[in-house]
């Protein structure tokens, strides 16, 4: 007897920073239908905001919240889920303790997710509206996600990104770190602006780009849009700024008060805005945009695709990597770094990871990490010619690359720090654990072997051939070129390859001339 096949359903929980919510989905004829959507408002942000953790009676009052959403999963026989959570969370003092309460009172593990994380997922969404709507003006366009602790900013040339940066500020952190300024001036807007001229400070934005688009999304959008008289279409507001600019010009000298009444608004809505008006119009200072985009999306769309459509982890990825390098390359570009070598040490990286898979056992996240070290590891010569290394390592783990995290960059930077001179020393990674120790070591031996040959800076051996055996790594590398300074250099490294992976790296020169 057949039986007709369930279709397959998810819930995302999103624990933010005001609100509390969740989503149950499932997947009709290749589309992703909701079956519920729950909302409950909490003050985690404005908890962790001003007093740096989260208290306990709102820890109790998230878990009721929590009990109920696990009800309605049971109801709808749930039983895949992914539960996230954002800013207030990630900045709590006693975050860990929140999450093992969550844990233990709920039986939920939430994953926190770290800023550069959530930003890319929601820019991903972004941009898959955007080019379905076509509404994108040629140029550069500029995007930002701005939540209630974070502002995420990122650049698009029309084909990738090319600048991301993340700043630790947002609508509701804005109003209050400032709120107590507001009662002492009646210039309070002029101070708002020169706060966000310092804090918002994105050089690469102000150096006559030419900026034609802005797409502004965030928890105030569809308030803002409804108060410039905009109604979505296909998803997407557009307003035009000269009507922002009007709304913004008519609050900023009103108290949160008078917003609230002159607008029918509850106060901490009227805050909001406030706040999140001052930091759209600092954005849209930067571009010449006439309209903003605002599409709408939320940070559980991008993770119920992942979960229901199975081809979206492998096309996220791509999306990440695709632009990641973009970014990378500009920023080596900026560093002046040779675009020539680094391109040789990241086509032979790329093909010792490939071959040496059944000894590294890494994944294609690892790879990344080691094309991106290739990428820019020779900014530090911008810095430095003595210390260069050491400059390379801290500028990379401080940058900003798209759909990177703080991790990755320090990772990134690790290996990128070293040549055919420096090895790893278990006390740069007293702070990390075996495994992540492990994964840095065999990604630098990857890396110093590839960067080895190409030395000379002058691309006399552009690609390898190589052969993994039971105790030897045979590289083959065919030219005519003098390559005795490579040869050196690759002989300098071969050690710790044979210390990480057992296996000896042996170099064959075959000349192309008969």
């Known amino acids: 007897m057949n039986k007709k096949k369930t279709p397959k359903a998810a819930a995302v929980i999103d624990i933010g920073s005001s609100v509390l919510k969740m989503r149950i989905s499932q997947l009709k004829k290749g589309e992703i239908a909701d079956l519920d959507r729950l909302t409950y408002p909490i003050s985690l942000g404005h908890e962790v905001f001003t007093d740096?953790?989260?208290?306990?009676?709102?820890?109790?009052?998230?878990?009721?919240?929590?009990?109920?959403?696990?009800?309605?999963?049971?109801?709808?026989?749930?039983?895949?889920?992914?539960?996230?959570?954002?800013?207030?969370?990630?900045?709590?003092?006693?975050?860990?303790?929140?999450?093992?309460?969550?844990?233990?009172?709920?039986?939920?593990?939430?994953?926190?997710?770290?800023?550069?994380?959530?930003?890319t997922l929601i820019y991903s969404e972004i941009l898959d509206v955007l080019q379905k709507t076509g509404d994108l003006n040629p140029g550069y366009t500029l995007l930002s996600y701005i939540g209630s602790g974070t502002i995420g900013i990122a650049m698009h040339d029309g084909e990738n990104m090319v600048y991301s940066q993340n700043a630790s500020i947002g609508a509701l952190k804005l109003h209050d770190m400032l709120g107590s300024i507001e009662e002492q001036t009646e210039n309070f807007d002029m101070v708002l602006e020169e706060y966000l001229q310092a804090a918002l400070n994105f050089r690469p934005f102000e150096n006559g780009n030419d900026i034609n688009n802005i797409v502004l999304t965030g928890n105030e959008v569809e308030m803002i849009a409804s108060l410039c008289a905009v109604e979505p279409k296909n998803g997407l507001f557009k307003i035009p700024v000269k009507r922002l600019m009007r709304l913004y010009r008519g609050i900023s000298k009103m108290t949160s008060g008078k917003i609230a009444l002159h607008y029918h608004l509850p106060e901490r809505e009227a805050e909001l805005l406030y706040s999140a008006l001052a930091i759209y119009v600092r954005l849209i200072r930067l571009t010449k945009a006439q309209y903003i985009l605002s599409p709408k999306v939320d940070l559980w769309d991008a993770l119920m695709r992942q979960m229901l459509l199975p081809r979206q982890n492998a096309l996220y990825f791509e999306h990440v990597s695709s632009n990641a390098l973009s970014c990378a390359e500009n920023i080596a570009d900026h560093y002046q770094c040779d675009h020539m070598h680094a391109q040789a040490v990241?086509?032979?990286?790329?093909?010792?990871?490939?071959?040496?898979?059944?000894?590294?056992?890494?994944?294609?996240?690892?790879?990344?990490?080691?094309?991106?070290?290739?990428?820019?590891?020779?900014?530090?010569?911008?810095?430095?010619?003595?210390?260069?290394?050491?400059?390379?390592?801290?500028?990379?783990?401080?940058?900003?690359?798209?759909?990177?995290?703080?991790?990755?960059?320090?990772?990134?930077?690790?290996?990128?720090?070293?040549?055919?001179?420096?090895?790893?020393?278990?006390?740069?990674?007293?702070?990390?654990?075996?495994?992540?120790?492990?994964?840095?070591?065999?990604?630098?031996a990857i890396f110093r072997l590839a960067n080895a040959l190409d030395k000379s800076q002058k691309q006399k051996i552009p690609t390898v051939k190589v052969k993994l055996s039971d105790e030897q790594l045979t590289i083959t590398a065919q030219t005519n070129e003098n390559v005795l300074l490579e040869e050196w250099a690759f002989a300098q490294c071969a050690a710790f390859f044979a210390d990480v992976f057992g296996v000896k790296p042996v170099l064959k020169i075959k000349q192309t001339l008969i």
């Open 346 to 444: 990241r086509t032979i990286a790329k093909e010792i990871f490939d071959r040496t898979k059944p000894l590294h056992g890494m994944d294609r996240k690892q790879r990344l990490i080691l094309d991106l070290a290739a990428t820019l590891h020779d900014c530090g010569h911008f810095v430095s010619i003595k210390e260069h290394l050491d400059a390379t390592f801290d500028l990379i783990r401080h940058m900003g690359v798209y759909g990177m995290t703080d991790k990755d960059m320090r990772r990134i930077a690790f290996v990128a720090r070293y040549n055919e001179y420096q090895v790893p020393d278990v006390r740069d990674f007293v702070d990390m654990s075996e495994r992540s120790r492990t994964e840095i070591a065999k990604l630098v």
């Open 52 to 119: 740096g953790s989260i208290s306990f009676q709102s820890v109790r009052e998230m878990s009721k919240a929590l009990s109920g959403f696990k009800a309605l999963m049971q109801e709808y026989g749930i039983t895949e889920y992914r539960a996230v959570a954002t800013t207030a969370i990630r900045e709590a003092k006693n975050r860990a303790f929140v999450l093992d309460q969550i844990h233990i009172q709920n039986g939920f593990t939430v994953e926190v997710l770290e800023d550069a994380e959530e930003k």
